[in-house]
């Protein structure tokens, strides 16, 4: 990810539940979210969307991810 990105932003729609985002920090230039509690995660389909700022407060939202939530298997 280019070094001008000042912050991350995962949006979770988080199926039928109540939706939320997480802010990823940044460790020696790799970008993550630390101790994310799946539990949060409804069953079902799900969706989350990533962004990025820069340091002008560019927004540039680079990917929506489609996943599904399963925990019969």
Not at 3 to 13: E, K, Q, R
Not at 25 to 41: E, K, P
């Amino acid at each position: 990810m280019h070094s001008s990105v000042s912050n991350v932003i995962f949006v979770f729609n988080n199926g039928t539940g109540t939706p939320f985002n997480l802010t990823a920090s940044n460790s020696s230039g790799t970008w993550n979210i630390s101790q994310f509690n799946f539990s949060r995660l409804v069953e079902g389909l799900q969706g989350v969307g990533v962004s990025a700022n820069d340091s002008n407060t560019n927004i540039n939202y680079t990917q929506f991810i489609n996943f599904t939530v399963d925990r019969t298997a």
